[in-house]
């Protein structure tokens, strides 16, 4: 198993500014992935995020809305630039557990941002 | 392209009674599937999986699923369920080898009446 920090855990945020979500992992993982669950509906990949590559974006991400950055095997963080009410979710980090042949994952316990 | 569909969004049984949580996939290829539960407030947690091999997959706090190639489908069942099962639980579908490209469903809020 894994555990996952995410911080911060909430955070009410100014439109136009940004905000930088961590998420810290207690063992070394090589697939890390970021998730937006916006309000009532299900999660929606942003962006596969593996150590020693740039970050692979699903189709309606970009790098300049949500730059990722990976420098180890242990931590990430998800920039949500440029905030508007439409990115108000729940951003979950996710990683995928290498001794179970990367077939399961484990979640953060999510950041939960509202732009107002 | 891969897809998965919950057919309720809500589900209410009373406590102590079976529950069913339908879930239907597409898929052109073999599939890894899975179920996941969302406390509030909290993230997923790993319910049960399936890889291959035997279609009837017991995962954690009592609940099993049986895969269904034919009908396209994996429903999560509990026969008995408690106060503490109301929760949301999300179905999802993996086409590649390990964890990757996984789509989940929208999602099914048991709510368990005392």
């Known amino acids: 198993s894994a555990v996952i920090s995410q911080k911060p855990s909430r955070d009410i945020c100014q439109r136009g500014t940004s905000l930088t979500i961590q998420c810290q992992v207690d063992?070394?993982?090589?697939?890390m992935f970021w998730y937006r669950q916006q309000p009532g509906q299900s999660l929606t990949l942003i962006a596969t995020a593996n150590q020693g590559s740039e970050a692979t974006y699903e189709s309606g991400f970009v790098i300049d809305k949500f730059p990722i950055s990976r420098p180890n095997l242990t931590f990430s963080t998800l920039t949500v630039s440029n905030m508007s009410p439409e990115d108000s979710s729940i951003y979950l980090c996710s990683v995928a557990i290498p001794g179970t042949g990367n077939t399961e994952a484990f979640f953060g316990q999510g950041t939960r941002l509202t732009v107002v | 392209a891969q897809s998965v569909t919950q057919l309720d969004s809500q589900v209410p049984v009373f406590e102590e009674a079976p529950v069913e949580l339908r879930c239907n996939y597409s898929?052109?290829?073999?599939?890894?599937l899975f179920w996941y539960v969302q406390y509030p407030n909290q993230g997923l947690q790993l319910l049960l999986k399936?890889?291959?091999?035997?279609?009837l997959v017991k995962g954690i706090n009592g609940f099993e699923a049986e895969f269904n190639k034919s009908q396209t489908s994996f429903h999560l069942r509990k026969p008995s369920v408690h106060i503490s099962d109301t929760a949301e639980y999300f179905c999802?579908?993996?086409?590649?080898?390990?964890?990757?490209?996984?789509?989940f469903g929208t999602g099914t809020k048991l709510q368990v009446i005392p």
């Open positions: 999802a579908v993996s086409e590649g080898g390990g964890y990757q490209k996984v789509t």
């Open positions: 399936y890889l291959s091999g035997s279609t």
């Open positions: 063992s070394q993982v090589t697939m």
């Open positions: 898929s052109s290829v073999s599939v890894y």
